[in-house]
């Protein structure tokens, strides 16, 4: 270990003292050291784990001159973990030496530098990764900008992975990605931007080659003409995507997916994703071809918990636009995971245009497994036994439990097989949209709206899979004293060699009163129709909604629903109604609570949005001393049977503000879903011992009954020492 520090450290730090003595900074480390022990339960069962993290940090930075800056960094990590699920043991052992560079050149209107690193990593023990991994990274960027707008970012990076005694034969893999990134300032009317990406890897073993480029272009632009009576907003974006692979014959070829969109949602029914539920939140990053940067998808334990652990029943899914054949799968992450087997994975398709109603995939049709690639990648891997053919995919996580604080999601691949080429493929792709939108405001209180979006993708190679998509809107607004009128009309066209997966209209009528006092109304018309793929219904809403800000601390919001659906495939009529029940009050300044209440009567079952649902949400906080808090939550729904739940916990800090703090926690848990209940209490403390070291432990104790049963009742303990110099 010694002899390979000193192989490549210390000459690199030698050297840089003999021609610049005195310029170095001080040296500075860190010490850190992490132990834990984690029992709980996994299902019906039990877990049992350990982990021991010991982590040694020097670095070594360097003023060349004022613009320069040099730095040296050695690393060397003890990971050593083992635990038991369900009866399933197993232990390991990985040791990392790590030490890197960089070398910078900074300006006020340039940066550019380089960088690399090298990493070796030995394991043991029952482990599915290689023994010995070894791996080479060297890069650079470039960083500029003018005071008229012009701004160029450029990165590159090539990466040599080798993996030697695993299962299977030694592996060898080399990779190069670069980005460019320039963009420039049209003034007051907007901005034009070109955005280029490579990625290359070459798995020497398997003989597998793939190469992508993408070529993106950017155009944003805002105008307002006749004393701003008339404001024109226009964005055209459009991508050229290109990806080979050569397998010599060895494996078959698969076609990376390009989705429509991707979404993210809470919800611990998957099934079923109801209007009354929340809204999907878009992450277009999840398929941005960039596997570093995380998005905003966290299934760490800090994530808020949806059913039992934090980051829970996290829903991520695409849309392709229409039914595509999907093999296989990749989801990165962005940290590695000492205990994997924490997490499961449910797999949900479906064809349902609104992408409401989900099918879940059995087990026995696909294999999934945590992985790591080359020493810098590390996610999950899904393998499909027979192709599934679907519009939608989801992917939602199951934890049994603690994992790591934070986990983010950075891309989630999907590929189709190629079955035209077994050695060699080329797919090349193009996807452009345009956003347009017009206002015209007459006279101040009337404003009319037209806005439009159009989408299209071409494939070369691949035959009947170009989809084209029209959104179309109009919109007008209407303010006449203390009522405001308002009205839409929408329609959503995808299609894909002329036929139509999505053929949706909306109208919309509405009117408002008292939005400038405390207590407001709405009342809305809605029509939809939807001559969608194997769909052929209409539906109308009625819906009046109130508002009362009865006092300061107390709001009142209520929604009343009436609507009807007429299925002409299914021959189903169905009427349903709907009241949502908010309040929100703070009688105390220590205390606040938050109820929450929707039911929706049916009389005919027809889909999401025309079947029953019942929901109470109950959620209270309460600070009765400044350092004493209690919170507690109830949940009650009806779906197709009644679930509930309770999760209560309250916390005391006898200790605050000086050099130690103590903290005292109690939980509690019940849910109807699992017949599981759970209650347990814990210490925990961070001593700051000296300015720059810093102890901190806990111990926490659970106790568990499942379906009437008893699982044992453990003791859970963490312990760190943090020193730096």
Known sequence: MLRRIGKYIFPVAGLLLLFFPGQGDALDGRLDIWNSHQNGRAGAGSYNTFSRRETYVLNQPFTLLQEIMVSTRLRWVREFSGSETNGLSQEWDNHTLQPSYSMSYRTRRLNLGLKGDWFEKESSGATALAPLSTRSQHGGWFNARSDRGTRLNINWTQTLSKREGEIGGDKETREKSGFLDAEQSLGTIGQIQYKFSALSSDVVDRQVQRTDYSHGFDLGADKRFADNRIDLSVRARTQYFIQKAETGGSVENTVLLQPFSGHALLDDTPEIHDPLEGDLISVPELFDRDRESPTSINIGDSAPVVREFGGDYRNIQYDFGDQEELSSAILFVDERLLHPELFQWRLFVTDDPEGRIWTELETD??????????NVHQGWAIDFNDTVSARYFKLVDVKFGPTVPDLFITELEVYTLDVNEIEKTEERSRNDKLDASVSLTPIPILNFRYQTTLRQRVFYEMDGRDLDAVTQGFHSRLKLGGLILTGMVQTYRLTREAQSSTNVEDYEAAIARGSTTRFTTKLSWNHSVDHSTHQDKTTNYVTLALSWQATPRLQIKQRFSHGRREDFILD?????????????????????????????????????????????NLTLNWAPLPLISFSSTWLYQVRKTTEWSARHSVAWSPLSGGSVEIRINGNGFQDSRTDATQWGGGVSTKWRMRPRLLLEGGIETQRYEVSGERVRAPISTNMRVSWSF
């Open 572 to 616: 189903v009529e169905s009427v349903s109604n709907a009241i949502a029940t908010s309040i929100s009050t703070r009688p105390l300044s220590s205390l606040s609570l938050d109820f929450n209440r929707t039911d929706r009567w049916v009389n005919t079952e027809a889909g999401a949005g025309f079947q029953r649902f019942d929901n109470t």
């Open 365 to 374: 049709r696909f294999s999934i497994g945590y992985n790591e690639w080359s």
